[in-house]
């Protein structure tokens, strides 16, 4: 078995086990089902690549030569789509770049993704076939239009970094600028490593196919960890607010019952002071009218009683009266106590 085979084909068993998981963890979430997408079509590349460097005959290596690359365009497709989910960027296609708005750089991308995959697959003009490599195995043989593939290879990943670049500086959500930051660092591994591997060196006639599955791995790796991760904050942050929700209701709760408990402790100290208030008025009214008969009766008497002998029980009535005046006032007191109790 051809040593420079087995990376290719760990990548697309390691890539495709990253979209699995991640669909499997939470497959509601859009960026999950894009994500597990482009892992899936990229482990395809993967394993189409493992085959050709697995290939002992000049025939079935020619075989395999084109199936990478038609699986290589459409992951480009899905690398833009899914760093436009990532900064929530398909919401807003009108924003420009470069001076061309988003929902035009997608139609560009399509396009020019179709007509490499049609000059892919009924031209020579990409890839020709295969040549034999001592030390590799069967390696891609290009054609003339390969520095054109090579440079929408770069166009994509200069979007796809611009726009994360600029998704990071229009959030202010800390998780969000975190996801986004590894995801800038991922990108810019396979920019940098993974897309001179896998095309530049070739087309200088330099065998690295094999290893430039290594760094589109690590990038993979890098996604994988961002969205985990960010999806995994987020759920402990909700539980944190919901925490710090229950706790809030219910001390708005004990509030509320206390104000009842208060309430209905006034409502019954009202009843006993309404019942306080009827049980003083009741007497009253017998000791006003008393009182007022008393009065008139003694006002008859000091007439009757005129002479020097009733001298004496005129003083005992005056002091009667004197008394009758001073209940008259407690009296007047006690009904006005009497009535702001009733109406406390």
């Given at each position: 078995?051809?040593?420079?085979?087995?990376?290719?084909?760990?990548?697309?068993?390691?890539l495709?086990?990253?979209?699995?998981?991640l669909?499997?963890?939470?497959?509601?979430?859009?960026?999950?089902?894009?994500?597990?997408?482009?892992?899936?079509v990229?482990?395809l590349?993967?394993v189409?690549?493992?085959?050709?460097?697995?290939?002992?005959?000049?025939?079935?290596?020619?075989?395999?030569?084109?199936?990478?690359?038609?699986?290589?365009?459409?992951?480009?497709l899905?690398g833009?789509?899914?760093?436009?989910?990532?900064?929530?960027f398909?919401?807003?296609?009108?924003?420009?770049?470069?001076?061309?708005?988003l929902?035009?750089h997608l139609?560009?991308i399509?396009?020019?993704?179709?007509?490499?995959?049609?000059?892919?697959?009924?031209?020579n003009?990409?890839?020709?076939?295969?040549?034999?490599?001592?030390?590799?195995?069967?390696?891609?043989?290009?054609?003339?239009?390969f520095?054109?593939?090579n440079?929408?290879?770069?166009?994509?990943?200069?979007?796809?970094?611009t726009?994360m670049?600029?998704g990071?500086r229009?959030?202010?959500?800390l998780?969000?600028?975190?996801?986004?930051?590894?995801?800038?660092?991922g990108?810019?591994?396979m920019?940098?490593?993974?897309?001179?591997?896998?095309?530049?060196?070739?087309?200088?006639?330099?065998?690295?196919h094999s290893?430039?599955?290594?760094?589109?791995?690590?990038?993979?790796?890098?996604?994988?960890y961002?969205?985990?991760?960010?999806?995994?904050?987020?759920?402990?942050?909700?539980?944190?607010n919901?925490?710090q929700?229950?706790?809030?209701?219910?001390?708005?709760?004990?509030r509320?019952?206390?104000h009842?408990i208060?309430?209905e402790?006034?409502?019954?100290?009202?009843d006993?002071?309404?019942?306080?208030?009827?049980?003083?008025?009741?007497?009253?009214?017998?000791?006003?009218?008393?009182?007022?008969v008393?009065?008139?009766?003694?006002?008859?008497l000091?007439?009757?009683?005129?002479?020097?002998?009733?001298?004496?029980?005129?003083?005992?009535?005056?002091?009667?009266?004197?008394?009758c005046?001073?209940?008259?006032?407690?009296?007047?007191?006690?009904?006005?106590?009497?009535?702001?109790?009733?109406?406390?």
């Amino acid at each position: 078995m051809n040593p420079f085979a087995l990376p290719s084909l760990l990548s697309s068993v390691f890539l495709f086990a990253l979209g699995l998981i991640l669909l499997l963890h939470n497959r509601k979430e859009k960026i999950n089902r894009v994500f597990c997408a482009l892992m899936f079509v990229s482990s395809l590349v993967n394993v189409s690549a493992f085959f050709l460097h697995l290939s002992t005959e000049f025939d079935t290596a020619f075989f395999w030569t084109k199936i990478p690359y038609i699986f290589v365009f459409p992951t480009m497709l899905l690398g833009f789509y899914y760093v436009l989910v990532l900064t929530d960027f398909n919401r807003h296609l009108n924003k420009k770049l470069f001076g061309v708005s988003l929902k035009q750089h997608l139609r560009i991308i399509i396009a020019l993704t179709l007509i490499f995959e049609i000059l892919l697959i009924f031209t020579n003009t990409l890839v020709t076939g295969v040549e034999s490599n001592p030390a590799t195995g069967f390696e891609h043989t290009y054609g003339g239009l390969f520095p054109a593939a090579n440079a929408f290879f770069g166009y994509v990943g200069v979007v796809n970094i611009t726009v994360m670049f600029r998704g990071f500086r229009a959030t202010s959500d800390l998780l969000s600028k975190l996801r986004l930051k590894h995801n800038l660092i991922g990108f810019l591994i396979m920019l940098v490593g993974g897309i001179p591997l896998a095309a530049v060196l070739p087309a200088l006639g330099i065998p690295s196919h094999s290893l430039a599955f290594v760094p589109f791995t690590i990038a993979a790796f890098v996604f994988y960890y961002s969205i985990l991760r960010f999806q995994i904050e987020q759920i402990k942050e909700l539980n944190e607010n919901r925490e710090q929700k229950v706790e809030e209701r219910t001390l708005e709760l004990q509030r509320a019952q206390a104000h009842l408990i208060h309430s209905e402790k006034m409502a019954s100290l009202g009843d006993l002071v309404a019942g306080i208030a009827h049980e003083i008025n009741t007497p009253l009214g017998s000791i006003t009218s008393n009182n007022d008969v008393f009065s008139r009766s003694v006002d008859k008497l000091k007439g009757v009683f005129t002479g020097p002998e009733f001298s004496g029980l005129l003083k005992k009535i005056r002091l009667f009266l004197k008394s009758c005046q001073a209940l008259k006032v407690s009296r007047k007191l006690t009904g006005q106590l009497a009535i702001e109790l009733l109406h406390w």
